[in-house]
Nanobody, 115 residues
């Protein structure tokens, strides 16, 4: 049973930084896709950033230049460094990993940015 465990969420003032981490357990296989998504109240879940095993990254326009995704597909870990946070970044952030064609989600971690 593969499980993703996230950590690093919390409350921060606008302009501050947070680092989210996600680790997968229960798999001996490497992932080939890692991503961070977020869902704000009343809104659909949206992609924030993603990275493939080939180190190709993709960012939402709203976080480009402020967030950085990094991952280690040998260890099945992925981090999201979030700088210059804005109140509109407030959401529950979810980690996603694809391992051997199966998609796994973390339980979500709350990020709250106060103005």
């Amino acid at each position: 049973q593969v499980q993703l465990v996230e950590s690093g969420g919390g409350l921060v003032q606008a302009g501050g930084s947070l680092r989210l981490s996600c680790a997968a357990s229960g798999s001996i296989f490497k992932n080939n896709y890692m991503g961070w998504y977020r869902q704000a109240p009343g809104k659909q879940r949206e992609l924030v950033a993603a990275i493939t095993s080939g180190r190709i990254t993709n960012y939402a326009d709203s976080v480009q230049g402020r967030f950085t995704i990094s991952g280690d597909n040998a260890k099945n870990t992925v981090d999201l460094q979030m700088n210059s946070l804005k109140p509109e970044d407030t959401a529950v952030y979810y980690c996603q990993q694809v391992i051997r064609g199966a998609t796994y989600w973390g339980q979500g971690t709350q990020v709250t940015v106060s103005s």
